[in-house]
């Protein structure tokens, strides 16, 4: 079995959850290195088990001075730092395959369509022997940019399902509608807020409820049925999820977004603005509904929809919420990973 190596910009805790999961599969002690996550996260290397070889993004490193020897096969996130760069560099000088790992998704605008390809021609396509994307619009990308499709796997990303299954039958749940993400722009939480201002105002039955920080927090409208919060743990978002019927994300800008599939594996409907990465693979119209980013009416016509929705289309909702999350998740990543490493090894 080849040396292998797994590398994680800003490495959170549900990628040490899909990389412990991958590690077990892999009958040989493997190499983590990590830079360190934001949004501080408990207990990263007790759920590894095993040492995270921790580095600074912005400066070039070698393996030698982690104390470890190159790798044959180097799974490689974070590849427009100056850290995984160099290491990845050492990798393919000696002869090392790589497999890049990527969360762009398919937007279809004129930088994708005509200037993307030419860039991971020039800047990319050598150096990776494959890519490791999360969903059918990584690939797509991907494929768009010039690897085969053989060599694009999907599968990168993925909660935890034994964190995020526990939950009350969704038609039980109280009328609630949830957010989960960061207080900035790009989440659009203040059209959310605004829509749902609009929409209380015909049905007083409902509640929103936004976890999350950043700098928009305090323009975020103060209403009775507005219930705002700091981020959580894990462990306690699990709660936050198995009281939710709807998750509602309307980003502007969203390249997979895991915390949708937290809330498919909570059973959740999932209400998903068009630009959210994970859509295709995780939203349908059975459990949920789609609108155009930034688009206000959009907005507030699927939250009048949803709340609509009666006791057998929420039934139905939650089982195909948890049908489609089924398919991600650490033991997909494993999967993914051990088909990679299979196929490298009898090159």
């Known amino acids: 079995m080849s040396r292998v190596a797994f590398s994680w910009n800003g490495l959170p805790q549900y990628a040490a959850r899909l990389l412990k999961a991958a590690l077990d599969a892999i009958p040989e002690p493997c190499a983590v290195v990590g830079s360190r996550p934001t949004v501080p996260v408990e207990g990263m290397e007790r759920v590894l088990r095993q040492k995270v070889h921790w580095i600074d993004a912005g400066q070039p490193a070698r393996w030698q001075d982690l104390g470890l020897r190159i790798p044959e096969i180097y799974f490689q996130s974070g590849w427009s730092y100056p850290a995984f760069s160099a290491l990845g560099a050492e990798v393919k000088a000696n002869g090392g395959k790589i497999v890049g790992m990527s969360d762009a998704n398919w937007r279809?605008?004129?930088?994708?369509r005509v200037l993307g390809p030419v860039a991971f021609r020039v800047r990319h396509r050598r150096h990776f022997d494959a890519m490791l994307v999360p969903g059918r619009q990584g690939q797509r990308l991907m494929r768009w940019f010039g690897m085969p499709a053989a060599n694009v796997h999907a599968g990168m990303y993925g909660a935890d399902p034994t964190l995020f299954r526990r939950a009350d039958p969704l038609?039980?749940?109280?009328?609630?509608?949830?957010?989960?993400?960061?207080?900035?722009?790009?989440?659009?939480?203040?059209?959310?807020?605004?829509?749902?201002?609009?929409?209380?105002?015909?049905?007083?039955?409902?509640?929103?409820?936004?976890?999350?920080?950043?700098?928009?927090?305090?323009?975020?409208p103060s209403h009775p049925r507005i219930l705002v919060e700091d981020f959580v743990q894990p462990e306690q978002l699990t709660d936050r999820f198995a009281s939710a019927r709807f998750f509602v994300l309307p980003s502007l800008v969203e390249a997979w977004g895991l915390v949708v599939h937290e809330a498919a594996l909570s059973g959740c409907g999932l209400l998903l603005s068009g630009a959210?990465?994970?859509a295709d693979d995780l939203c349908t119209p059975v459990n949920g509904l789609r609108f155009a980013a930034g688009s206000q009416t959009g907005l507030e016509r699927a939250l009048a929809e949803a709340a609509q929705f009666d006791r057998d289309r929420l039934c139905a909702a939650e089982a195909e919420s948890r049908r489609l999350a089924a398919q991600f998740g650490p033991e997909r990543f494993a999967a993914e990973v051990a088909s990679l490493i299979g196929q490298f090894s009898g090159d």
Not at 108 to 112: A, W, Y
Not at 182 to 206: H, S
């Open 108 to 112: 279809g605008d004129f930088r994708q």
């Open 171 to 220: 038609a039980d749940r109280p009328k609630t509608f949830l957010f989960v993400g960061q207080f900035i722009a790009r989440k659009d939480v203040l059209g959310l807020a605004n829509g749902f201002l609009n929409f209380a105002r015909y049905d007083k039955d409902w509640t929103l409820h936004l976890i999350g920080s950043g700098g928009q927090r305090d323009l975020i």
């Open 276 to 278: 959210i990465g994970s």
